[in-house]
């Protein structure tokens, strides 16, 4: 994980010097989808990568745009299924930036 999150900064990186912003998210490993939870049950986009963080949004299986990993998953000592990813959301016009916890999500390609 931590090869596509520096891939994903690199390209992000070499987008703000070129004075391009990207406009969806990159191809490729680095993406998610949600995963382990009802299909009527939302997972809650959080502000910190905490349960008591706010909730930023709410979003269910597969009615959900592109799910790209932010950044690297935190607390780093603990397992994949314990951690929270921060994460940014490409839905149409709309990006949202937050945290998931890692056991609602499941690695995917990035279209």
Request: hydrophobic residues 40%; proline residues 9%.
């Amino acid at each position: 994980m931590l090869r596509h999150t520096l891939r994903s900064l690199a390209i992000v990186a070499l987008l703000l010097a070129t004075g391009t912003a990207p406009a969806s998210a990159t191809s490729g490993y680095g993406c998610f989808r949600i995963a382990n939870i009802p299909q009527t049950e939302p997972l809650n986009l959080r502000a910190g990568p905490s349960v008591k963080s706010e909730i930023l949004g709410r979003f269910f299986v597969g009615q959900h745009g592109i799910i790209a990993e932010n950044g690297p998953c935190r607390p780093a000592n603990r397992p994949p299924s314990k951690q929270w990813s921060p994460v940014k959301i490409y839905d149409g016009d709309m990006t949202v930036s937050g945290w998931f916890k890692m056991a609602f999500l499941q690695n995917t390609a990035c279209p």
